[in-house]
């Protein structure tokens, strides 16, 4: 039987650069370095008005397909996470088939999770591997939440910021990724919700959880996000590991979606994980949703200390709100190490 594993990776950050001391500049009564210490963030890469996170998923997949020799001819699935699509229909992920050249017998599907959609597509994947209807799954995440953010939004702003990164995700003879838990609780929506845009008319919109501060399109209530993550997520972290008969010790690595420093060091804390183990790795790029975990696996790659051949752990969390881990270990990285 045929398993999923994570192939190469290729990141695409638009080049326009917003740091803290460019806003502290432009809003000087913003509390920047107080604001920086509670998010580990010290700027971000901000899309053009006229790009879209199908323009930048684009060029991540071109740029993939360059660096490790891959014919378009050769995939089979092409998935997209993503909350900014060009169009509520068609789909997206379509028109990217057509612009990357993709042949016309390869699926193409959307699919809207956010901050755990990276878990999630992987387990699409490999379910289309096992299946034996793929063996070449390209699974794209790209996310422009600039558009949905108000310029004078302090509390939005100094945080996300947009990106791509495109996974090949391929056939494998041995398991690589095992153990997929997920979770969602959809009355927790009103704590990070965009309510236009879509079909529901506005006077029945899911209300923001608390007062709406800022004219920004996206809503967040950050504290109760942090109260959700740091209950739910250690308590999936557990299932797993009892579903796999392993423990704390057994994992080399737990690699999760990087919100903020504050919501991770949270983790850290409550799960007693020392931060070799559970790296923070956000500071020049904010949070980027969907495409946090692929940016931080490849940079792991990158590092001197990356271990191949460890257990390693997945987590998504956010917006939904939805949940999602698995287990991993990287042989792809064993065969092909990153430069």
Same mark, same amino acid.
């Given at each position: 039987?045929?398993?999923?594993?994570?192939?190469?990776? +290729?990141?695409?950050?638009?080049?326009?650069?917003?740091?803290?001391?460019?806003?502290?500049?432009?809003?000087?009564? *913003?509390?920047?370095?107080?604001?920086?210490?509670?998010?580990?963030?010290?700027?971000?890469?901000?899309?053009?008005?006229?790009?879209?996170?199908?323009?930048?998923?684009?060029?991540?997949?071109?740029?993939?397909?360059?660096?490790? =020799?891959?014919?378009?001819?050769?995939?089979?699935?092409?998935?997209?996470?993503?909350?900014?699509?060009?169009?509520?229909?068609?789909?997206?992920?379509?028109?990217?088939?057509?612009?990357?050249?993709?042949?016309?017998?390869?699926?193409?599907?959307?699919?809207?999770? &956010?901050? /755990?959609?990276?878990?999630?597509?992987?387990?699409? +994947?490999?379910?289309?591997?096992?299946?034996?209807? +793929?063996?070449?799954?390209?699974?794209?995440?790209?996310?422009? $939440?600039?558009?949905?953010?108000? /310029?004078?939004?302090?509390?939005?702003?100094?945080?996300?910021?947009?990106?791509?990164?495109?996974?090949?995700?391929? +056939? =494998?003879?041995?398991? =690589?990724?095992?153990?997929?838990?997920?979770?969602?609780?959809?009355?927790?929506?009103?704590?990070?919700?965009?309510?236009?845009?879509?079909?529901?008319?506005?006077?029945?919109?899911?209300?923001? #959880?608390?007062?709406? #501060? *800022?004219?920004?399109?996206? $809503?967040?209530?950050? @504290?109760?996000?942090? !109260?959700?993550?740091?209950?739910?997520? @250690?308590?999936?972290?557990?299932?797993?590991?009892?579903?796999? =008969?392993? !423990?704390?010790?057994?994992?080399? #690595? $737990?690699?999760?979606?990087?919100?903020?420093?504050?919501?991770?060091?949270?983790?850290?804390?409550?799960?007693?994980?020392?931060?070799?183990?559970?790296?923070?790795?956000?500071?020049?790029?904010?949070?980027?949703?969907?495409?946090?975990?692929?940016?931080?696996?490849?940079?792991?790659?990158?590092? &001197?200390?990356?271990?191949?051949?460890?257990?390693?752990?997945?987590? &998504?969390?956010?917006?939904?709100?939805?949940?999602?881990?698995?287990? *991993?270990?990287?042989? *792809?990285?064993?065969?092909?190490?990153?430069?």
């Amino acid at each position: 039987m045929p398993y999923a594993q994570i192939g190469p990776i +290729a990141v695409h950050l638009p080049p326009r650069v917003e740091d803290n001391a460019s806003l502290q500049s432009q809003f000087p009564n *913003w509390d920047l370095d107080l604001i920086a210490e509670k998010t580990g963030i010290q700027q971000r890469h901000v899309a053009e008005p006229d790009v879209t996170a199908a323009d930048l998923a684009v060029t991540a997949a071109q740029d993939l397909f360059e660096r490790e =020799s891959i014919d378009p001819a050769s995939i089979d699935f092409v998935l997209l996470c993503t909350q900014t699509p060009d169009y509520p229909l068609p789909t997206t992920a379509c028109l990217l088939q057509d612009r990357l050249g993709l042949p016309t017998r390869c699926g193409a599907i959307d699919f809207n999770l &956010g901050c /755990s959609g990276y878990v999630y597509g992987l387990a699409m +994947a490999d379910g289309l591997i096992q299946s034996g209807v +793929a063996k070449r799954v390209l699974l794209l995440t790209a996310e422009t $939440y600039s558009k949905y953010i108000d /310029s004078d939004d302090r509390s939005l702003r100094t945080i996300f910021g947009d990106a791509a990164a495109a996974t090949l995700v391929t +056939a =494998s003879e041995t398991p =690589s990724l095992w153990g997929f838990q997920f979770g969602s609780d959809g009355s927790g929506a009103d704590m990070l919700i965009v309510g236009d845009g879509g079909a529901r008319p506005a006077k029945d919109a899911i209300p923001p #959880r608390h007062r709406k #501060r *800022w004219k920004s399109r996206l $809503y967040m209530d950050g @504290p109760s996000l942090i !109260g959700f993550t740091v209950e739910a997520i @250690p308590r999936l972290v557990d299932e797993i590991l009892e579903a796999n =008969s392993l !423990g704390d010790a057994d994992v080399h #690595r $737990y690699l999760m979606h990087q919100a903020t420093w504050k919501m991770l060091d949270q983790l850290r804390l409550r799960m007693n994980v020392s931060e070799e183990r559970l790296p923070i790795d956000l500071a020049d790029i904010g949070n980027t949703v969907s495409c946090t975990l692929p940016i931080l696996i490849d940079r792991q790659r990158r590092g &001197g200390d990356w271990n191949g051949s460890g257990t390693n752990m997945l987590v &998504g969390f956010g917006v939904g709100l939805s949940w999602a881990g698995c287990l *991993w270990r990287d042989d *792809w990285f064993g065969d092909h190490p990153v430069s």
